[in-house]
Nanobody, 128 residues
Framework: QLQLVETGGGLVQPGGSLRLSCTAS????????IGWFRQAPGKEREGVSC????????AYADSAKGRFTISRDNAKNTVYLQMNSLKPEDTAVYYC?????????????????????WGKGTLVTVSS
């Protein structure tokens, strides 16, 4: 079974940090774009950050720029989202998702587009 599992969520105070991990089982992430998405209470899902399979291109939501960093470690079959300077408005369920991409068609599209596999999410709560 192809599966993505997110870990690292929890309760953190404003200004604190968390590192989320997204680990694949049943397949390797080397040729996949990986996106982090979140859904806050009462809001629609939004893309937070994305890293392409090549690892040489990343994207961030405006709300995440300067605070969040996405990275990948193919040897560990894992993608990370380092979240610093967390704010209460960052509270959400965070999901990782993967799209296979090794050719020009998917590379011509948004890094967030057409995800094939989704994790079940990990809850991040930022509160004092």
């Amino acid at each position: 079974q192809l599966q993505l599992v997110e870990t690292g969520g929890g309760l953190v105070q404003p200004g604190g940090s968390l590192r989320l991990s997204c680990t694949a089982s049943g397949f390797t992430l080397d040729y996949y774009h990986i996106g982090w998405f979140r859904q806050a209470p009462g809001k629609e899902r939004e893309g937070v950050s994305c890293i392409r399979s090549s690892g040489d291109s990343t994207a961030y939501a405006d709300s995440a720029k300067g605070r969040f960093t996405i990275s990948r470690d193919n040897a560990k079959n894992t993608v990370y989202l380092q979240m610093n300077s967390l704010k209460p408005e960052d509270t959400a369920v965070y999901y990782c998702a993967a799209r296979h991409c090794s050719g020009y068609v998917c590379y011509s599209q948004s890094c967030y587009a057409g995800m094939d596999y989704w994790g079940k999410g990990t809850l991040v709560t930022v509160s004092s």
